[in-house]
């Protein structure tokens, strides 16, 4: 009893003063009853606090070195103390596979020389643009931003990338959060031209605001640098603003292009792209960047899932296992009970020509479905139809490590059918399943899923 009591002192001042829980948590370990804190955050009734708030509020105790190992382990432990300890266990393997890379295996020389150069660039340019993605919207903050060049809220702009691919209704209580924070923030799907002209409208008119103010009105010019950790969608934006730009100031010439990958760390040099004229905005495209080493294991897999890491870090086996988790955990596969067997085994798709001639047959293709191709509609309906048959039979208990284990081997051998994957490929037919799941999921044909969750405690951008 006395532990609770003091936990809920200590609780008390994490809306007082950091100094202090973190003061409390040394005087508890000292005392050897690390247990303690954990036990009591496993019990509701006992203390109502977010977890969001515990984690966000530990993580403001890190130190740009790294957080301290007292932090690590509460902010290990009291995630997977307060998370569903079945689909947690997934994401600490994969997360500590991950952090357990000596000198994050992902930080080679490029992302070094990459780190100096942009803060070398940093102090020169007028404005930032911090791309995250949506779905992990603390998860991708960009560390380099956060500890060594602070930018006012005036000239830092918060962007948040892949909106497609997020929850629609999490997604709106991020943006109003970040709102409240006072961090001008603005959601983007890079690939949906009206979206990015309404962005570079958002930002011509934030450049003018600043040239009334604080800003050097006597410049022509304004520099925007685009920052972010890799496979956030920086390139494909720099590239649209571009390509808007150009179009909207009717400028002529050949236009430009940052190198655009799916897969992580694509991006090498900086590239200098212009948006708009009257006045001049170019727009600094950079190489993606992460810390050398992350050590908080929810992060990692997280960056893992959403593909910021490579999946060679992990393996794909493993981050469609934490997926299918998250998957069985939500809502979404209950959207997929519409399809029917009739809609999805149709071998061939009836498709009309734009200009087709009324009636006659010539105004009409037909477009054989091809079962290789995981991405088509056919077999994108036949993988959530396969899914849900699964999981609405599903009668165990998720919350229990076995069930959920037995329910994504069910899925695996599913999605093997679906996929129409040999069964003698052997243990490579888990490695093909891996790779199309991932795929469909990463470009938002299985759901839309944002994996950080809310806090409940505002704190300044400034």
């Given at each position: 009893m006395i532990y609770?009591k ?9 809306y007082?003063d ?6 409390f ?18 019990n ?6 977010h ?17 301290p ?21 997934l994401a ?20 070094a020389?990459?780190t ?6 940093m ?5 930032i ?9 603390f998860?991708?903050?960009f560390?380099q931003?956060?500890?060594h060049?602070?930018f ?11 909106m ?7 997604f ?10 006072n ?18 409208k ?14 050097d009105a006597?410049?022509d010019?304004?520099t ?7 496979n ?24 430009r ?8 760390g ?5 590239y ?9 905005i170019?727009?600094l495209d ?8 992350i ?5 990692c ?23 299918l988790?998250?998957l ?15 809609q999805?085994?149709k ?6 020509k734009?200009?087709?001639s009324?009636?006659s047959?010539?105004?009409?293709i037909?477009k ?5 191709d995981h991405?088509?509609d ?6 959530r ?12 208990n ?5 069930d ?9 051998k599913?999605?093997?059918?679906a ?7 052997g243990?490579?037919a ?17 759901g ?15």
């Amino acid at each position: 009893m006395i532990y609770e009591k003091v936990m809920r002192i200590g609780v008390f001042t994490l809306y007082a003063d950091y100094n202090l829980i973190y003061l409390f948590f040394i005087f508890i370990l000292k005392k050897k009853k690390k247990n303690k804190i954990v036990d009591i955050f496993k019990n509701p009734d006992s203390i109502q606090v977010h977890r969001s708030v515990v984690y966000i509020t530990l993580k403001c105790l890190t130190t740009p070195a790294g957080p301290p190992p007292l932090i690590h382990y509460l902010i290990t432990e009291i995630s997977m103390a307060t998370s569903s300890s079945s689909l947690f266990k997934l994401a600490r393997e994969i997360g500590t596979a991950v952090s357990q890379k000596k000198g994050g295996g992902w930080y080679g020389p490029h992302m070094a020389a990459a780190t100096r150069a942009i803060a070398d660039r940093m102090p020169l340019v007028d404005i930032i643009l911090e791309v995250r993605d949506a779905r992990i919207p603390f998860s991708s903050e960009f560390d380099q931003l956060r500890n060594h060049h602070p930018f006012s809220s005036s000239r830092r702009i918060l962007v948040l990338n892949k909106m497609d691919l997020a929850s629609p209704t999490q997604f709106k209580e991020w943006i109003t959060f970040f709102d409240q924070q006072n961090c001008p923030s603005f959601g983007v799907n890079s690939h949906n031209k009206d979206n990015v002209k309404e962005f570079l409208k958002f930002l011509q008119a934030h450049v003018r605001n600043l040239r009334k103010s604080d800003y050097d009105a006597s410049s022509d010019t304004v520099t925007v640098m685009l920052l972010g950790i890799p496979n956030v969608g920086k390139s494909a934006l720099a590239n649209s603003l571009h390509q808007i730009g150009r179009i909207t100031a009717a400028e002529k010439g050949k236009l430009r292009h940052a190198t655009v990958s799916p897969q992580p760390g694509e991006t090498k040099d900086i590239y200098s792209l212009k948006i708009a004229s009257h006045p001049n905005i170019y727009v600094l495209d950079t190489p993606g960047i992460l810390p050398p080493e992350i050590h908080d294991v929810e992060v990692c897999s997280k960056l893992a899932l959403t593909g910021a890491i490579g999946d060679s870090f992990v393996g794909g086996k493993e981050l469609a296992q934490y997926f299918l988790g998250i998957l069985n955990f939500s809502d979404e596969y209950k959207k997929w009970a519409k399809f029917s067997i009739n809609q999805i085994n149709k071998p061939l798709t009836l498709h009309h020509k734009a200009d087709q001639s009324s009636g006659s047959e010539s105004g009409m293709i037909w477009k054989r479905q091809n079962p290789t191709d995981h991405t088509q509609d056919f077999m994108v309906q036949k993988v959530r139809k396969s899914l849900y048959e699964i999981m609405s039979c599903f009668n165990g208990n998720l919350d229990h490590e076995k069930d959920l284990v037995k329910l994504i081997e069910a899925e695996f051998k599913a999605l093997r059918e679906a996929f129409q994957i040999p069964m003698d490929s052997g243990e490579d037919a888990d490695s093909k399943v891996a790779s199309k799941l991932l795929n469909l999921y990463r470009t938002g044909r299985l759901g839309h899923y944002t994996l950080d969750h809310l806090p409940k405690r505002r704190a300044s951008c400034e």
